[in-house]
């Protein structure tokens, strides 16, 4: 369901969801967006007063942290699920659009060598120590929480993503549901990835790296979602699995079903 905000890109709750036993996520409580460092004063009233946003969860790295813009009396959450330590200073906000073709090339290929871009890259955020610790945090924080909560990354699609991910299907919502969910980025990202496609194919005239631009920034695919889903399946078992081996009891997922769903 949108999240009628005009100047924060990908803003949408979770809120309306079937789950597989019949009950339906609470409307209001689960936000997921795009970065908020634009975010005017009217949206910010938005998200206080119709939204009651209690916590905002920031997964983006140092590095994107340019500005770090909330509602007024929301708790702030800086929780990371990539080590940036490698990527270097290009990965900056607006740091992308600047390189040259052969800097970008060379940043898409030191992302894909740490596992952080491409087809498996939803595995290695969750399987590598700095993402586990964040995501167990982000349960953590919905567990603790007495208002909404709003989480986000920079483009609000592939850490978010998979925060959507894990708290859907602990709260018992099916897969197919959530892929879909997770795809939606790409309808609400839509005019963005025009943009974005249109500037690096007149910037490389190559196809290949306007498309791997696109989903480095604004869009989605399948493909990774479908790959960590079939991992975690067969390492895990399942997503609760995983949410398991995370730390979090069933106790606590009776916690979170008693406050997110209907």
Same mark, same amino acid.
């Given at each position: 369901?949108?999240?009628?905000? &005009?100047?924060?890109? @990908?803003?949408?709750?979770?809120? $309306? %969801? !079937?789950?597989?036993?019949?009950?339906?996520? #609470?409307?209001?409580?689960?936000?997921?967006?795009?970065?908020?460092?634009?975010?005017?004063?009217?949206?910010?009233?938005?998200?206080?007063?119709?939204?009651?946003?209690?916590?905002?969860?920031?997964?983006?790295?140092?590095?994107?942290?340019?500005?770090?813009?909330?509602?007024?009396?929301?708790?702030?959450?800086?929780?990371?699920?990539?080590?940036?330590?490698?990527?270097?200073?290009?990965?900056?906000?607006?740091?992308?659009?600047?390189?040259?073709?052969?800097?970008?090339?060379?940043?898409?290929?030191?992302?894909?060598?740490?596992?952080?871009?491409?087809?498996?890259?939803?595995? &290695?955020?969750?399987? @590598?120590?700095?993402?586990?610790? $964040? %995501? !167990?945090?982000?349960?953590?924080?919905?567990? #603790?929480?007495?208002?909404?909560?709003?989480?986000?990354?920079?483009?609000?699609?592939?850490?978010?993503?998979?925060?959507?991910?894990?708290?859907?299907?602990?709260?018992?919502?099916?897969?197919?549901?959530?892929?879909?969910?997770?795809?939606?980025?790409?309808?609400?990202?839509?005019?963005?990835?025009?943009?974005?496609?249109?500037?690096?194919?007149?910037?490389?005239?190559?196809?290949?790296?306007?498309?791997?631009?696109?989903?480095?920034?604004?869009?989605?695919?399948?493909?990774?979602?479908?790959?960590?889903?079939?991992?975690?399946?067969?390492?895990?078992?399942?997503?609760?699995?995983?949410?398991?081996?995370?730390?979090?009891?069933?106790?606590?997922?009776?916690?979170?079903?008693?406050?997110?769903?209907?």
């Amino acid at each position: 369901m949108r999240v009628e905000l &005009t100047s924060v890109r @990908n803003a949408r709750e979770l809120g $309306g %969801y !079937r789950t597989v036993d019949g009950m339906t996520v #609470k409307s209001g409580l689960l936000l997921r967006t795009g970065r908020l460092d634009d975010i005017s004063d009217e949206d910010k009233s938005i998200l206080k007063n119709t939204y009651h946003v209690s916590d905002v969860i920031d997964f983006r790295m140092d590095m994107e942290r340019v500005k770090m813009n909330f509602p007024d009396g929301a708790e702030y959450h800086h929780v990371d699920i990539i080590d940036d330590s490698q990527l270097g200073e290009k990965a900056d906000k607006g740091g992308l659009p600047e390189m040259s073709a052969g800097e970008f090339l060379q940043f898409i290929e030191t992302a894909e060598n740490l596992g952080i871009f491409g087809e498996n890259m939803y595995i &290695t955020f969750l399987e @590598n120590k700095v993402g586990q610790k $964040g %995501y !167990r945090e982000f349960l953590k924080i919905l567990i #603790k929480a007495n208002g909404a909560v709003l989480w986000h990354c920079t483009s609000g699609k592939d850490r978010t993503g998979l925060a959507a991910l894990l708290i859907l299907s602990a709260l018992g919502v099916d897969e197919e549901t959530i892929v879909k969910d997770y795809l939606l980025t790409n309808e609400y990202n839509a005019e963005k990835i025009a943009k974005t496609r249109k500037y690096f194919l007149e910037k490389t005239n190559d196809e290949e790296i306007a498309e791997k631009a696109v989903l480095l920034m604004d869009g989605v695919s399948e493909i990774p979602m479908k790959n960590v889903l079939a991992h975690i399946k067969r390492k895990y078992g399942s997503v609760m699995g995983y949410i398991r081996f995370l730390g979090i009891s069933d106790e606590e997922i009776e916690i979170l079903r008693e406050k997110y769903l209907i």
